[in-house]
């Protein structure tokens, strides 16, 4: 008996030490933050009853825990707050994958989670232009040596020459013989790997038929980082001005907010097919003066994002001419270059443009940026890009590198992409025909998808929408009844973004607000991406009209 007694109180004691050892847990755990969704940077408009986003808000804060005394005591006078953050930060706003991305997201939860729940069966991402996720496939060349750049080990194999093409295997070798200890794991000078540079270089000159030196050249985590560089030194204060085209893609909003400058919008004429004309350049660089503020630089993005127009030859004259004579540092978005898919247009950059004009270093300062996430190549993940800067003194070319060297370097992969972007099989070896199938096949289908989502939308009551001559976007401008403009209004929200929103939750596709990229006052459009795979394009344009047309019956003043 005496023993059983020990044992229960052995028992009673381990239950109680236990109890308070679960009970310790439970209170720790009740202070750990719980997972919140991601909303835009800048705070959305205030939800109403009727709006979308409010309701998936009550859906997202009715399936929390009930928290627990502790949990509700008020944080530490020191703790951050929203009002306490940078207010750069809370200014810039990225619209791609803002808002109605977020409401998409937890669309296709529901939908993983409860067949059927919409009417829908998936959500269709037109909003940004990452190919391979939407099925794109990528260049096998290009994949083959990265994939042997990484593990050099398999190249010394036998089964390597009958799972490789042999101008991957040797193109691998030729760049890890240019990479110190063949180490793709390892730091780069804080520009890129010099023999990489090289080859950009040879492209670029065989491009242009210019010379272009490897030295120019700044190897980056796709192209954004260098725009963030380039507004980094060029913005001292708000007294800073850039000359953004509107519509423009928000990572120069968003970059120009965060560095602190002012963004200087010079409007596109939608009625010339997206022109970017000169006297609109002047009067905003006046007005711009006018208030005190210096223009530094002008961003072109040639083909336009978001509005998918090619820039004529002649007009890339004056928009060189215009930056000599104002003395503006010209800030080129090349990234669309391989994207033309009419035949009465060239991407011509503009480098090549002011050489054959007779301008070099000392007349015109030049940035164009580079990617390895559009093209026909598509590799966003992989995150590769460069810029080449041209007609800065060596004093701020220091500077630059000194930025560059903030960041110690690209990753490898990216920066092995970009020089093979540059320099793809040539006429003669083995991957050759494949490759250019491979190119050609990709680039034909974008433009049939442009072609055809250009047509649907032009079809359909109070949408115009101008030639997608290149890049991956259409921007459709959308004519919204009066009384869709005052729902819109009652739902605190811009009417475009609700007309966006209402698509999203009929139709399950997916595109962005023209708020979001700026637009003339009073207009409305929407930007819609051609990389849905040919085959879901269909669906695409039925469920859209299908939509439209009921949008319209609903709304009609």
Known sequence: MRRSAAAADKARKLVKTTTSARSLSSNSASHRPSPLPRFPLSPPPPPTNSSPLSQLALR????LPSPSSDSMAPPPSSSLTVDTLNPKVLKCEYAVRGEIVTLAQQLQQELQE???SHPFDEILYCNIGNPQSLGQQPITFFREVLALCDHPAILDKSETQGLFSADAIERAWQILDQIPGRATGAYSH????????????????ARDGFPADPNDIFLTD???PAVHMMMQLLTRSEEDGILCPIPQYPLYSASIALHGGTLVPYYLNEATGW???IPELKKQLEAAKSKGITVRSLVVINPGNPTGQVLAEDNQREIVEFCKKEGLVLLADEVYQENIYVPDKKFHSFKKISRTMGYGDKDISLVSFQSVSKGYYGECGKRGGYMEVTGFSPEIREQIYKVASVNLCSNISGQILASLVMSPPKVGDESYESYS???DGILSSLARRAKTLEDAFNS???ITCNKAEGAMYLFPSIHLPQKAIKAAEAAKTAPDAFYCRRLLNATGIVVVPGSGFGQVPGTWHFRCTILPQEDKIPAVVSRLTDFHKGFMDEFRD
């Open 114 to 116: 409860n067949p059927g």
């Open 190 to 205: 804080s520009q890129g790997i010099k023999g990489l540079r090289d080859t950009i270089a040879a492209g670029i000159e």
């Open 437 to 439: 199938a491979e190119k």
């Open 275 to 277: 022109g970017l004309e």
């Open 60 to 63: 997202f804060l009715t399936s």
């Open 460 to 462: 359909l009551e109070g």
């Open 222 to 224: 796709g192209a954004s």
